[in-house]
């Protein structure tokens, strides 16, 4: 059931200001790591991947860093927007267990300041 | 990317009665389905695994009497929520997927809430 006094870990930055969302994730064995972005009321929506051959991945405004040494996952946005504002979780999965199955992580709410 | 859409995106439904929520792949057929809950400000939770035409497959700690999952078509997997309870008022998402590690693409979640 739900926990009570539960909360996000919550981000504020400035409009225009760059943002890092850090997540640290829990199977050394996880190959495939995702970044959602989930505006309230609605599913996730997939920002950027990146696989465990990689250590950095660049999208749209968007970079994906990982650190397998210390199971660390991170997301730059750049010249952060009010549109940007949200929740992220970091996703990993296991290729080997042959299915798209995920684990999500924690989330982090981003909140942009006009 | 594909489409998947969940029906209806919000319900409520008096204590005793049970639900049914519906996952659609709309333009790509779906091998692998995925039922997810959300509880308020927290993550995801993976409930349940459906593949076509097989008996799902649930983690631990959900009880499958009770979370019904039906998945008789490439294209439409239900999740019913039988003799619901105010605690199994939650956001549920499910998500798609074409087959084994193939990108599975998430739909836009349902609502239930229990009175």
């Known amino acids: 059931g739900e926990s009570v006094g539960l909360h996000l870990p919550t981000l504020s930055v400035q409009e225009g200001d760059n943002s890092i969302i850090n997540c640290a994730y829990s199977?050394?064995?996880?190959?495939?790591f995702i970044w959602y972005k989930q505006e309230s009321g609605k599913g996730p929506q997939f920002i950027i991947d990146?696989?465990?051959?990689?250590d950095k991945r660049q999208g749209q405004r968007v970079t994906v860093l990982l650190n397998k040494t210390v199971k660390h996952l991170s997301l730059q946005i750049a010249a952060t927007q009010p549109g940007d504002s949200a929740v992220y979780f970091c996703a990993e999965n296991y290729s080997g267990a042959g299915s798209y199955q995920l684990t999500f992580g924690k989330g982090t709410k981003l909140s942009v300041i006009p | 990317g594909a489409v998947v859409s969940q029906h209806p995106s919000r319900v409520i439904c008096k204590s005793g009665t049970s639900v049914k929520i519906e996952c659609r792949s709309l333009?790509?057929?779906?091998?692998?389905m995925f039922w997810y809950r959300q509880f308020p400000k927290q993550s995801l939770m993976l409930m349940a695994t459906?593949?076509?035409?097989?008996?799902?497959?649930?983690e631990q700690g959900v009880e499958k009497d009770k979370f019904l999952i039906n998945h008789a078509s490439l294209t439409l997997s239900t999740l019913t929520v039988t003799s619901a309870h105010p605690e199994d008022s939650s956001f549920y998402i499910c998500?798609?997927?074409?087959?084994?590690?193939?990108?599975?693409?998430f739909g836009q979640g349902t609502r239930l809430t229990v009175v």
């Open positions: 990146i696989r465990s051959n990689m």
């Open positions: 459906s593949n076509e035409g097989s008996k799902a497959t649930y």
């Open positions: 199977n050394s064995a996880s190959d495939y």
């Open positions: 998500s798609a997927s074409q087959g084994p590690n193939a990108e599975a693409f």
């Open positions: 333009d790509f057929q779906a091998t692998t």
